[in-house]
C-alpha cells in the first residue's frame, strides 16, 4: 500500500552546458540547454519533496553571479520567474511549511537552491554526501550557504531506505559520493524512478554511458546499471532531472501523475 497520491514535475530552469557535462567524450563545442527538475510528491503524511531546484539569487546578484558561474567559465543558468520553485508550488495550493521530507538526491548547487525553505521539514541525504558538502574545501559545484542552515533537521542515512510506504531512497553513489535516487509507488501510474543525476538523459541509462563528471566512475556504472535493473524489474517510469527531450514529454505541475 503506498502513501503517495500524486507526484508532480517541477520544471525550476535551464542550465547551458557543453555535451561533455552529460556524456563521457561528448565534446567541449556542443552546447546544450538542460532542464532544472525537483518533484513534488503528495502523500498521506504531507508533501515530500525531491530536491528543491537552484537558488536564482546566485544569478540576479552580480557578486554572486561572479563567484559561482564567471569565476569557473561557466554559464550561470536561466530561471525565468515562472521557474521559481515556491511560485510553482503556490500555484499548486502547497505552502514551504505543508512539506515534511526533502530528499536531497545531492549536493550540487543545481539541487539544493530552495532549501534553506524548509526548515521545519526532515531533510534526508546519505551520509557520504553529507560529508562531502561539509567535510573539507568547498567543492566549485557546491553552495553550502544554500545548505548549510543551522535549522535545518538532518536525517543522514546509508544505503537504501524507505521513509513511507511507497518511497524508497535508493543509494545511487558515483556522480557524487553520497548520490541517491528514489523508487515512489504511485495509485494508478505504477512505480517510478526519480534518479537525480545519475545519469543526465536517457541515453546514459539505454546506452550505460558515463555522465561527464564522476566522483567515482566504477560506482557511477554500477548506478546506471542499479537503475537499470529496477527499471526492469519494476516496470518503472523514468523520471530523469536533466533530459531536454523528456521533460518536454512529460506533465508539467500543475498536471500530475497518480
Known amino acids: 500500500m503506498t502513501a503517495i497520491s500524486k507526484l508532480y514535475v517541477l520544471l525550476c530552469g535551464y542550465e547551458i552546458l557543453p555535451r561533455s557535462v552529460c556524456f563521457r567524450g561528448g565534446g567541449d563545442r556542443f552546447v546544450m540547454s538542460v532542464p532544472i527538475s525537483a518533484y513534488l510528491l503528495e502523500t498521506q503524511n ?27 567559465g561557466w554559464e550561470p543558468p536561466v530561471v525565468w520567474p515562472q521557474h521559481e520553485l515556491l511560485t510553482q508550488m503556490r500555484e499548486i495550493g ?7 521530507h526533502v530528499v536531497m538526491s545531492h549536493a550540487h548547487l543545481d539541487h539544493t537552491g530552495n532549501l534553506r525553505h524548509f526548515p521545519h521539514a526532515k531533510v534526508w541525504m546519505q551520509k557520504a554526501e553529507y560529508d562531502f558538502a561539509f567535510k573539507g574545501p568547498e567543492h566549485p559545484a557546491v553552495v553550502r550557504a544554500d545548505i548549510d542552515d543551522p535549522g535545518l533537521d538532518w536525517s543522514l542515512i546509508n544505503g537504501d531506505h524507505e521513509i513511507m510506504p511507497g518511497i524508497t531512497l535508493v ?84 498536471e500530475f501523475y497518480d
Not at 46 to 71: C, I, S, Y
Not at 179 to 191: D, M, R, T, W
Not at 214 to 233: C, E, F, G, P
Open 46 to 72: 504531507g508533501f515530500v519533496l525531491f530536491d528543491t531546484g537552484f537558488n536564482a539569487d546566485l544569478v540576479r546578484d552580480p557578486t554572486l553571479r561572479h563567484q559561482h558561474f564567471a569565476a569557473h
Open 94 to 100: 502547497v505552502a514551504p511549511e505543508d512539506v515534511c
Open 171 to 254: 543509494s545511487t553513489p558515483g556522480h557524487t559520493p553520497g548520490h541517491q535516487s528514489a523508487l515512489v509507488s504511485l495509485p494508478k501510474s505504477g512505480c517510478a524512478l526519480l534518479v537525480g543525476d545519475v545519469g543526465d538523459w536517457m541515453k546514459n541509462f539505454e546506452n550505460e554511458i558515463l555522465p561527464g563528471e564522476a566522483a567515482d566512475d566504477v560506482a557511477a556504472l554500477d548506478s546506471i546499471r542499479k537503475i537499470n535493473r529496477i527499471r526492469r524489474d519494476e516496470n518503472a517510469l523514468m523520471f530523469v532531472c536533466h533530459d531536454p527531450d523528456l521533460i518536454q514529454k512529460q506533465k508539467l505541475a500543475p
